[in-house]
């Protein structure tokens, strides 16, 4: 037994020690980071307390990343998860005969890298989009830069939600439909009261990590506009890089990224707890 045990921990080992490399080190020596005034390069640094975090309450520079981010949160949460959902239900129904062809097709996006992804549809916004409908590029309008953000980063990550919720829609049981529409359902009563929710733990999962994705969106945003026109896209993420970066204020940017970093802790935690409260036992 004890050879069993042993041999458990013998494989995760790797695993955590990668992790811990690339993730828990960086981070706890982000925390120091945090409460001192080093600019990055030089190896000095002082101690200054509090100061860093007292200065993010009172910097008026934030304030539109931090609105831009939660616009982005919103709208890319609500429309990554519909459109996700509506291709599982797709597949589930219509498609179901090319249940692994269309799989295959609505997930190929998944594939691309954030930043490949971002300078295709730069491309498309600026050649092909702008001429055939004869508007401006809406990378380059403050007004539509977010929901043309959202719609690069949804075509590049829906098809993971996707396979989630198409996995919910299959263990629901037929029979409960088939009762459904003996009891003189339709198919809109059908959706709200048997479908959704016995999908609560796929919400639970998709929800909670779109939201956080979103909340942190960053390479997608800095590889399409770096955070333009104008600011009007620029997240809390990209303000910690240019801290970082560009202005040489690593301390005062590991502060904003270490309590950005709790708040969606905080957030995904709420969330989860949200939808899994709601959750239906079959």
Same mark, same amino acid.
């Not at 929901?147 to 959202?150: G, L, R, S």
């Not at 009891?183 to 809109?188: E, H, R």
């Not at 979103?214 to 945003?221: N, R």
């Given at each position: 037994?004890k050879?069993?045990?042993?041999?458990?921990?013998?494989f995760?080992?790797?695993?955590?020690?990668?992790?811990? $490399?690339a993730?828990?080190?960086?981070?706890?020596m982000?925390?120091?980071?945090?409460f *001192?005034?080093?600019?990055?390069v030089?190896?000095?640094?002082?101690?200054v @307390?509090?100061?860093n975090f007292?200065d993010i309450?009172?910097?008026?520079? #934030?304030?539109?990343?931090?609105?831009n *981010?939660l616009?982005?949160?919103? +709208? @890319?949460?609500?429309?990554? /998860? &519909?459109?996700?959902?509506?291709?599982?239900?797709l597949?589930?129904?219509?498609?179901?005969?090319?249940?692994?062809?269309?799989?295959? &097709?609505f997930f190929i996006p998944?594939?691309?890298?954030s930043?490949?992804?971002? $300078?295709?549809?730069?491309?498309l916004y600026r050649? $092909?989009i702008?001429?055939?409908?004869?508007?401006? /590029?809406l990378?380059g309008?403050?007004?539509?830069?977010i929901?043309?953000?959202?719609v +690069?980063?949804?075509? /590049? @990550?829906?098809?993971?939600?996707?396979l989630?919720?198409l996995?919910?829609?299959?263990n +629901?049981?037929?029979?409960?439909?088939?009762?459904?529409?003996a009891?003189?359902?339709?198919?809109?009563q059908?959706?709200?009261?048997?479908?959704?929710?016995l999908?609560?733990?796929?919400?639970?999962?998709? &929800?909670t990590l *779109?939201?956080?994705s979103?909340?942190?969106?960053?390479?997608?945003?800095l590889?399409a506009?770096?955070?333009?026109?104008g600011g009007?896209?620029? *997240?809390?993420? +990209?303000?910690?890089y240019?801290?970082l970066y560009?202005?040489y204020?690593?301390?005062y940017?590991?502060? &904003?990224?270490?309590? $950005?970093?709790?708040?969606?802790?905080? #957030? @995904?935690?709420?969330?989860?707890s949200?939808?899994?409260k709601r959750?239906?036992?079959?």
């Open positions: 037994m050879k069993k045990k042993m041999t458990k921990y013998v995760v080992l790797p695993g955590f020690c990668f992790f811990a $490399f993730m828990l080190i960086p981070f706890v982000g925390i120091n980071i945090a *001192t005034d080093w600019n990055g030089e190896p000095e640094f002082q101690y @307390g509090l100061k007292v309450f009172r910097d008026a520079r #934030i304030r539109k990343p931090f609105w *981010t616009e982005f949160a919103l +709208i @890319g949460t609500v429309v990554s /998860n &519909v459109v996700s959902l509506y291709l599982a239900m597949i589930n129904g219509k498609f179901s005969k090319l249940n692994h062809v269309s799989r295959t &097709v998944v594939c691309f890298s930043v490949l992804t971002a $300078f295709l549809w730069k491309f050649e $092909f702008s001429e055939l409908f004869g508007v401006r /590029n990378l309008d403050p007004k539509w830069v929901p043309a953000i959202v +690069i980063g949804v075509w /590049n @990550g829906a098809g993971i939600n996707m989630i919720y996995s919910g829609l299959k +629901i049981p037929l029979e409960l439909y088939e009762a459904a529409k009891d003189g359902a339709g198919v809109i059908q959706f709200v009261k048997v479908t959704l929710p999908l609560m733990p796929a919400f639970s999962v998709c &929800v *779109t939201l956080t979103w909340l942190k969106e960053f390479a997608t945003t590889s506009t770096g955070g333009g026109p009007a896209s620029k *997240t809390v993420s +990209i303000y910690v240019e801290n560009k202005y204020k690593a301390g940017g590991q502060a &904003v990224s270490l309590l $950005f970093s709790i708040c969606l802790i905080v #957030i @995904g935690l709420c969330v989860s949200f939808f899994r959750e239906v036992e079959l």
